[in-house]
């Protein structure tokens, strides 16, 4: 019988306590993960507990713990490269990764989810669906046939995605938002809660709206400062 494999969650916030329970319901399906901890660079949380699980110190502690798996637990719209600046600084290797799917999740057998890749409970993936590196599908997504999201997108709770559509790399939408089939959102682009998609969305823009319109323009942080590994 194989023993649970040390796990540590980068980031202290609602993410995080999200993943440590869908930690917990993987654990009560088949004991998987100890949990050792999370790591959070706000020196104010280090030696508190959060989510029943004590704050270790800043990411790079990660050090310490070298057959720990890792997942990178921060999201917001405000900070939507949090992860993707996290990954780069950290240096990990892909191995290092873990995958966490929430076992209420209902995942197609043709679904790839990629190392770093959380997904919550309520998902639905009906067919050839990729999830790629460090993506975070919140709870109730519905991602059909042919989908694919690029490293660090973001889903919030209750996205729809039709048929044959790509979310760039690091692009966030916004709580319910829904998008037409084979429609393409761009890198880092933002889209806003409720917003219906119709028409591709280029990089670095943010729509909102129903239909979904452009607002403006901006390079989240960090996203020019080199590829993670």
């Known amino acids: 019988m194989t023993s649970p494999r040390p796990l540590l969650l980068v980031g202290a916030g609602g993410l995080a306590r999200e993943v440590v329970a869908a930690a917990h319901a993987v654990n009560e399906a088949s004991p998987t993960w100890r949990i050792l901890g999370l790591l959070d660079d706000d020196p104010g949380r280090h030696g508190r507990v959060v989510g029943g699980v004590p704050v270790l110190g800043p990411p790079e502690t990660v050090s310490a713990y070298p057959d720990a798996a890792v997942v990178l637990c921060t999201a917001s719209p405000r900070d939507r490269s949090s992860r993707y600046r996290l990954c780069h600084r950290l240096g990990l290797g892909r191995d290092r990764y873990a995958a966490l799917v929430h076992p209420a999740a209902a995942l197609a057998r043709s679904t790839t989810v990629e190392p770093g890749a959380v997904v919550l409970a309520g998902v639905v993936t ?44 690091g692009a966030y939408l916004g ?45 989240p942080s960090g996203v020019l400062a080199g590829s993670p590994p």
């Not at 599908?137 to 997108?153: E, I, N, R, S």
């Not at 889209?191 to 990089?203: F, N, Q, R």
């Open 126 to 169: 009906t067919a050839d669906v990729v999830i790629g590196p460090h993506c975070v599908v919140m709870p109730a997504c519905v991602l059909t046939h042919d989908d694919v999201l690029d490293g660090f997108a973001t889903l919030a709770a209750g996205v729809r995605l039709g048929g044959g559509v790509r979310i760039g790399t």
């Open 175 to 219: 709580a319910a938002a829904a998008v037409r089939e084979h429609r393409f959102v761009g890198d880092w682009s933002l889209v806003g809660i409720g917003s219906l998609v119709l028409h591709d969305v280029p990089a670095f823009e943010t729509w909102w709206g129903a239909p979904a319109r452009y607002h403006r323009t901006d390079v």
